[in-house]
T-cell receptor, first 113, second 112 residues
Framework: NAGVMQNPRHLVRRRGQEARLRCSPM?????VYWYRQLPEEGLKFMVY????????ESGMPKERFSAEFPKEGPSILRIQQVVRGDSAAYFC???????????FGPGTRLLVL | ELKVEQNPLFLSMQEGKNYTIYCNYS?????LYWYRQDPGKSLESLFV?????AVKQEGRLMASLDTKARLSTLHITAAVHDLSATYFC????????????FGEGTQLTVNP
């Protein structure tokens, strides 16, 4: 049973470009969470999704950030017009049900030049 | 707003010694988790603690939960170099819709 998969693992963008981060949850998991980890800090919640629904986006910046989890395919975190402050590791986690252990993917490390 | 605090944030210890990492949280919680993160890697789930007085052990690590004190501990027994990593506690609440609130992490270095 494959774990949570994320791609790309590393992403370099110039200021003003778009970044698209993908997450495929573990088999049988329909709940997806995105977290951001700034250097030397803990993880901060961004958004919680189920298939085709955003359940909680209270941690998402109001502008430039969006997330989706379509009926088919991976969940996508999209960052438009990236700035240097967006440089961070972005982790996706999945769970089978609400309030069960979240299993984390390997992360995407975004560097904005 | 739920706050989670860990201490110490940095811990350097010698192999063979014992030590405890503390995790305090500010409001009632439904679940408390401990995760391990190696440099540049993802988070590995270590323990899930669900009720007051819960104690779980895996190898040289033992986690406990006191919901009345809003405190969890991660005890390390006879540390070995392989335990060097950053350890995070995380809390979720039903009222927060399953999102995890993480502590700042404790960076543990075990010296030979």
């Amino acid at each position: 049973n494959a774990g949570v998969m994320q791609n790309p693992r590393h992403l370099v963008r110039r200021r003003g470009q778009e970044a698209r981060l993908r997450c495929s949850p573990m088999k049988g998991h329909s709940h997806v969470y995105w977290y951001r980890q700034l250097p030397e800090e803990g993880l901060k919640f961004m958004v919680y999704l189920q298939k085709e629904n955003i359940i909680d986006e209270s941690g998402m910046p109001k502008e430039r950030f969006s997330a989706e989890f379509p009926k088919e395919g991976p969940s996508i975190l999209r960052i438009q017009q990236v700035v240097r402050g967006d440089s961070a590791a972005y982790f996706c986690a999945s769970s089978r049900r609400n309030q069960e252990t979240q299993y984390f993917g390997p992360g995407t490390r975004l560097l904005v030049l | 707003e739920l706050k989670v605090e860990q201490n110490p944030l940095f811990l350097s210890m010698q192999e063979g010694k014992n030590y405890t990492i503390y995790c305090n949280y500010s409001t009632t919680s439904d679940r408390l988790y401990w995760y391990r993160q190696d440099p540049g890697k993802s988070l590995e789930s270590l323990f899930v603690l669900l009720s007051n007085g819960a104690v779980k052990q895996e190898g040289r690590l033992m986690a406990s939960l006191d919901t009345k004190a809003r405190l969890s501990t991660l005890h390390i027994t006879a540390a070995v170099h392989d335990l060097s990593a950053t350890y995070f506690c995380a809390v979720d609440q039903e009222t927060s819709g399953s999102r995890l609130t993480f502590g700042e992490g404790t960076q543990l270095t075990v010296n030979p």
